[in-house]
T-cell receptor
Framework: AQKITQTQPGMFVQEKEAVTLDCTYD???????LFWYKQPSSGEMIFLIY??????QNATEGRYSLNFQKARKSANLVISASQLGDSAMYFC????????????FGTGTRLTIIP | DTGVSQDPRHKITKRGQNVTFRCDPI?????LYWYRQTLGQGPEFLTY????????KSRLLSDRFSAERPKGSFSTLEIQRTEQGDSAMYLC????????????????FGPGTRLLVL
């Protein structure tokens, strides 16, 4: 079955430290896309970063980077130099193949940045 | 460039009533999606449109749910005879389908409509 797993329900991190949020997935498809979204308490899902299954390099967007290990089927999000505004829910999501348009989400990780 | 907007942001209704939500996508986006998110869970796909055509519906979308996108722009999601189990956040997202398909088609989400059925 195609599934996204986020094993960390909650994390507390000191401000300015780096943090890694875990995401593993299960699929037999070869073509897929991986996304990370941030959801503050206001509710809006904010797109952070994308990784395609055939991308050879790990994606980076400012302080966000995606540690993509295809053989392990993991796509961990790394946030460098965390800030208080990073406190939010973080969701890993996947398009399991490119004829299947919907996103499948994990259960999320609540990140709290401590001053 | 304005983002995805949704109206209303909050809705409280009594069981058995009908409710309708509206979503306005990013103006040049030709795909529009509806998701439902319950407490402590990630969003779950309900349905999506490409232009005005509804191309896929989830099994979650019971007969009481109907969605439209009549002119390929805004969309409405109606729930008839609401039940307490319908209480959730309803999220709309839009994306732009690249000609010939694209490996990166990012969905951009609106702020959601929080529904509470009493």
């Amino acid at each position: 079955a195609q599934k996204i797993t986020q094993t960390q329900p909650g994390m507390f991190v000191q401000e300015k430290e780096a943090v890694t949020l875990d995401c593993t997935y299960d699929t037999s498809d070869q073509s897929y896309g991986l996304f990370w979204y941030k959801q503050p308490s206001s509710g809006e899902m904010i797109f952070l970063i994308y990784q395609g299954s055939y991308d050879e390099q790990n994606a980076t967007e400012g302080r966000y980077s995606l540690n993509f290990q295809k053989a392990r089927k993991s796509a961990n999000l790394v946030i460098s130099a965390s800030q208080l505004g990073d406190s939010a829910m973080y969701f890993c999501a996947m398009r399991f193949n490119f004829g299947n348009e919907k996103l499948t989400f994990g259960t999320g990780t609540r990140l709290t940045i401590i001053p | 460039d304005t983002g995805v907007s949704q109206d209303p942001r909050h809705k409280i209704t009594k069981r058995g009533q009908n409710v309708t939500f509206r979503c306005d996508p990013i103006s040049e986006h030709n795909r529009l999606y509806w998701y439902r998110q319950t407490l402590g869970q990630g969003p779950e796909f309900l349905t999506y449109f490409q232009n005005e055509a509804q191309l896929e519906k989830s099994r979650l979308l019971s007969d009481r749910f109907s969605a439209e996108r009549p002119k390929g722009s805004f969309s409405t999601l109606e729930i008839q005879r609401t039940e307490q189990g319908d209480s959730a956040m309803y999220l709309c997202a839009s994306s732009f389908l690249l000609t010939g398909g694209g490996s990166q088609e990012t969905q951009y989400f609106g702020p959601g409509t929080r529904l509470l059925v009493l």
